[in-house]
């Protein structure tokens, strides 16, 4: 009994050795992509959450009879700082993407994106129907255009936001961008404008962030090569060559 549990624990042992042997691990995602990654997480999160307050002020302050309870403007005080916290970092990130010499495989996956066998390929993957196509950049283009979409997203929420934002606060920052934001806010036809499109930008991005969750367990449950891995900490399995 002792020798054949023995036996089964060397078998397992060499069985692991060589997975080791067959698998390598290759740098994904860099540490300053997955901080990004994270920040903007973060900002997101509690921007919707104090939207949703803005738009509807559900929690109202407890009655005083000094005129310091201003819940309201507090709760647009943190949209506002982390409106700014996504800006920066989505700024940071389309210089990264279109600049960075390190990010040239994000680049590459324009290449899939206008190829038809690719997305079909694709596709049939996420409906068990076909194998994952071989990429030559790290997305996928099904991935690739939910990004287009998210970015489009972002620049509509940073614009509408800025607008909104110098409406709110007159001096600093607030008076620097006020006529150069105006263009922006006459285009939509008015602030009521700026607002609703606003709002409905953020329903985008909750869309967004389920179906994103959604794929990143998918490929965590079916994917082979630890994709969600990645963005924890940056590596991700294949084959050797
Ligand atoms: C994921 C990103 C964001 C989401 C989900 C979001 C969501 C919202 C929502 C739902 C509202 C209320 C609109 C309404 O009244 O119906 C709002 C208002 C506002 N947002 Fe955002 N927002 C985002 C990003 C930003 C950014 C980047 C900025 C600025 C740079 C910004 C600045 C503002 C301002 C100034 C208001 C109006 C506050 C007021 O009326 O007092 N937002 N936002």
Same mark, same amino acid.
């Given at each position: 009994?002792?020798?054949e549990?023995?036996e089964a624990?060397l078998?397992?042992?060499a &069985?692991?050795?060589k997975?080791?042997?067959?698998i390598e691990? *290759?740098l994904e995602? $860099? !540490? /300053?992509?997955?901080?990004?990654?994270w920040i903007r997480?973060l900002s997101?999160?509690?921007?919707?959450?104090?939207?949703?307050y803005?738009?509807?002020?559900?929690?109202?302050p407890?009655v005083?009879?000094?005129?310091?309870?201003f819940m309201?403007?507090l709760?647009?005080?943190?949209?506002?700082?982390?409106?700014?916290?996504?800006t920066?970092a989505i700024?940071? &990130?389309?210089?990264l993407f279109?600049?960075a010499r390190?990010? *040239?495989?994000?680049? $590459? !996956? /324009?290449r899939?994106?206008?190829?038809?066998?690719?997305w079909?390929q694709?596709?049939?993957?996420?409906?068990?129907?076909?194998?994952h196509?071989k990429?030559?950049g790290?997305?996928?283009?099904?991935?690739?255009a939910?990004?287009?979409?998210?970015?489009?997203l972002?620049?509509v929420?940073i614009?509408?936001g800025?607008?909104l934002?110098?409406?709110?606060?007159?001096?600093?920052?607030?008076?620097?961008?006020?006529?150069?934001?105006?263009?922006?806010?006459?285009?939509?036809?008015?602030?009521?404008?700026?607002r609703e499109?606003?709002?409905i930008?953020?329903?985008?991005v909750?869309?967004?962030?389920?179906?994103?969750?959604y794929?990143a367990v998918?490929?965590?449950v079916?994917g082979?090569?630890g994709?969600?891995d990645?963005?924890f900490?940056?590596?991700?399995?294949h084959?050797?060559?």
């Amino acid at each position: 009994m002792k020798a054949e549990h023995k036996e089964a624990s060397l078998e397992a042992q060499a &069985k692991e050795t060589k997975q080791h042997e067959e698998i390598e691990k *290759e740098l994904e995602f $860099s !540490s /300053l992509y997955r901080w990004q990654h994270w920040i903007r997480a973060l900002s997101i999160v509690i921007l919707i959450a104090t939207g949703f307050y803005i738009a509807m002020p559900v929690i109202a302050p407890s009655v005083s009879s000094q005129p310091d309870n201003f819940m309201y403007a507090l709760f647009r005080s943190w949209h506002q700082i982390f409106g700014f916290v996504l800006t920066a970092a989505i700024i940071f &990130k389309t210089y990264l993407f279109l600049m960075a010499r390190e990010h *040239e495989m994000e680049r $590459s !996956s /324009l290449r899939d994106l206008f190829d038809i066998k690719v997305w079909l390929q694709q596709v049939g993957y996420y409906l068990f129907m076909t194998k994952h196509p071989k990429l030559r950049g790290v997305y996928n283009p099904v991935q690739f255009a939910a990004y287009i979409f998210f970015y489009i997203l972002m620049f509509v929420l940073i614009l509408t936001g800025l607008v909104l934002y110098v409406h709110v606060y007159h001096e600093g920052l607030g008076g620097v961008l006020f006529d150069l934001m105006r263009w922006f806010e006459v285009l939509m036809g008015g602030l009521a404008n700026v607002r609703e499109i606003h709002h409905i930008a953020m329903w985008g991005v909750i869309i967004f962030v389920l179906a994103h969750v959604y794929m990143a367990v998918f490929n965590a449950v079916f994917g082979e090569e630890g994709a969600m891995d990645a963005i924890f900490s940056g590596f991700k399995w294949h084959k050797k060559h």
